[in-house]
């Protein structure tokens, strides 16, 4: 059997993804993942013993270039995307009581 | 549904020789869109037309001085709304990027600007890519060509769908999952998700970084090695692009297949595929069998791992990658409650539809403390043993054939109500992005309600031109469109 998702494990994890969930949608999230990962449990049936994760297809190495600026000033750009800004800055609610 | 137009390498060949211009062109491919899109809706944004016909007139100039000499100069091309196009609005679909207009164009849409394509605009998609009929698009239903009570496939539904309806001859695509070949499938289009690596992935917005590729969709297999030799290539803005010496892919449009082995994935033809579509595939089999290539079933091991394996890695990058959308340098914002991060949980909250917001959660909950090994790295082992069983196969087989999916499409609103379901039905898709490798999605046949029928070839890593050939020397034979049920093509 999969791990037992409880709608404590869902405040958990929401509080991990930044995400607000009201009580139906933390109920939904709870059917959901526990459906999921009853499923996924299928992933124990094999045996990966002494099997290295795989997290690159290819053999890159480390990739270096030099750290030169190639790109043209774009602040106006860059700040004419963000909701709220404040000279030439980028604007956030209070952080620090 | 449809428009009659030619296909791209031959428009621009027309362009070339001075029998039509570009902006001509682009007037007829805006008029299309203008008859066409109100039902099918596979564009989210357009670009005004004072602003094309500048664009249009810039390209003519370059073709009539002689510096744009390629296959693409001139053609109109459709961008998935994942991909950055400097000063055009790029959303994801997503109620989170609604107003996003990005100061940079990614990598592949510079590479086509640069060979004198017309990019005329951004199609719809699932919402950041996750789902498999554009159902979770927040903006826009596209409707699929064939049928319009049917949905295109997804993720890159509004690209194929624009393809399909012949709004636009070429269009880029993304492929994590399939989101290029079972939309290609379900449309009656020819779609290719390239060996990671081979596009840039600069500018495509992540949704899940080890497995995404930019890809292209057209009307054909020429059209599709013509967009992808344009915009392959190594990148240092992208530190997982390749060094490849052989992107040549349109000379690989060759009609030879003799000799050629291809095996089918016995797993590919069992239980849960339609009728119709086992049919076809090997009805495919014997016109490649005809054409002299050999063709075989055998086993394809560890099949049924793929989809755990692809959601949980899948969701894991994708919880990573869609940190970003916090409500502060761009996108959504929520009316400010009480602090920081009251507003991030906000804004990300109203902003993300139901499909982003489980797999968000997934990811999170599969790389936390204590459930990473067990869920992630078992993923990632599971992973690597795909890969090998792949490696395997082809030292056997030059391709393997199969089902791009295992039904037609849907009609609209009945996938979304199971979201397990439909992850599901990404069985002959999913494993070729945990693998890397390259694949294209071909028309090969109509099921009895009259919708298309899209076949899978796969090759191994780098094999794209053995893909392209065979997938060529298949369309030309078969000639799969020209035998459309009555009513659709004109």
Same mark, same amino acid.
């Given at each position: ?84 800004? #404040? ?11 | ?17 001075? #029998? ?41 100039? #370059? ?16 961008? #998935? ?47 950041? =890519? ?55 499938? %379900? ?30 969709? =057209? ?78 079933? %055998? ?6 791992? =793929? ?17 970003? %959308? ?25 902003? %993300? ?138």
């Amino acid at each position: 059997m999969a791990e037992t998702i409880t709608l404590e494990t869902i405040d958990y994890v929401s509080i991990l993804a930044k995400l607000k969930l009201t009580p139906e949608e933390t109920e939904q999230a709870r059917g959901d993942m526990q459906k999921l990962l009853d499923y996924v449990e299928k992933l124990n049936e094999l045996d990966t013993d002494g099997v290295e994760p795989m997290t690159h297809l290819f053999p890159y190495g480390n990739v270096f270039r030099e750290d030169t600026v190639t790109n043209q000033e774009a602040r106006t750009e860059m700040l004419a995307n963000a909701p709220k800004t #404040k000279d030439g800055q980028y604007l956030v609610p209070k952080t620090i009581e | 549904m449809t428009q009659k137009t030619i296909a791209a390498t031959a428009l621009s060949r027309e362009i070339r020789e001075h #029998k039509r211009s570009v902006r001509e062109t682009a007037l007829e491919t805006l008029k299309n869109i203008q008859t066409l899109d109100v039902s099918v809706g596979a564009f989210l944004t357009v670009l005004p037309e004072e602003e094309l016909l500048a664009k249009a007139d810039a390209i003519q100039k #370059k073709i009539d001085d002689g510096t744009l000499t390629g296959p693409l100069a001139g053609v109109p091309v459709a961008v #998935k709304d994942n991909i950055c196009t400097k000063n055009l609005r790029t959303t994801c679909a997503s109620k989170i990027l609604e107003t996003f207009v990005p100061p940079y164009s990614a990598t592949a849409v510079e590479q086509l600007e640069a060979a004198g394509a017309l990019i005329v605009g951004k199609t719809n998609m699932d919402e950041f =890519a996750m789902g498999s009929t554009t159902e979770t698009s927040a903006f826009l239903q596209t409707r699929n060509p064939w049928n319009l009570e049917h949905v295109p496939g997804g993720s890159s539904g509004g690209s194929c769908a624009a393809v399909a309806a012949k709004e636009v001859p070429l269009a880029l695509g993304s492929d994590t999952g399939g989101s290029i070949r079972q939309p290609s499938a %379900f449309c009656g289009v020819t779609g290719i998700k390239p060996t990671y690596g081979t596009v840039s992935r600069y500018g495509l917005i992540a949704y899940a970084s080890s497995l995404d590729q930019i890809g292209p969709v =057209a009307q054909n297999v020429s059209d599709c090695a013509a967009l992808l030799e344009a915009i392959a290539g190594h990148d240092p803005k992208d530190a997982t692009s390749l060094q490849r010496q052989d992107c040549q892919f349109s000379a690989a449009c060759v009609q030879d297949v003799k000799g050629m082995k291809i095996g089918i994935p016995e797993a590919y033809l069992q239980e849960g595929l339609d009728e119709d579509i086992r049919e076809a595939i090997l009805k495919a089999a014997d016109t490649f069998r005809a054409l002299g290539a050999q063709v075989e079933t %055998f086993p394809l091991p560890l099949t049924e791992y =793929a989809i755990p394996a692809y959601y949980l890695i899948a969701s894991a990058e994708a919880s990573s990658n869609l940190a970003r %959308f916090d409500g502060v340098k761009y996108g959504y914002r929520a009316p400010e409650g009480e602090g920081l991060h009251e507003m991030y949980k906000r804004s990300r909250s109203q902003g %993300f539809g139901p499909e982003v917001k489980r797999r968000i959660m997934l990811g999170s909950f599969v790389l936390s403390a204590g459930y990473y090994d067990a869920y992630y790295l078992k993923a990632l082992r599971t992973r690597a043993l795909i890969r090998e069983s792949y490696t395997k196969a082809f030292r056997t087989y030059d391709l393997l054939l199969a089902p791009a999916y295992p039904t037609t499409a849907p009609k609209l609103g009945v996938s979304l109500e199971d979201p397990l379901k439909m992850y599901l039905g990404d069985i002959h898709t999913v494993s070729v992005n945990l693998a890397g490798l390259p694949a294209i999605s071909v028309p090969c046949g109509f099921d009895r309600q009259g919708l298309p029928i899209g076949m899978q070839l796969i090759g191994d890593a780098f094999a794209e031109k053995t893909l392209i050939r065979a997938a060529y020397t298949f369309e030309q034979a078969a000639d799969v469109l020209a035998a459309a049920p009555a009513g659709k093509e004109d």
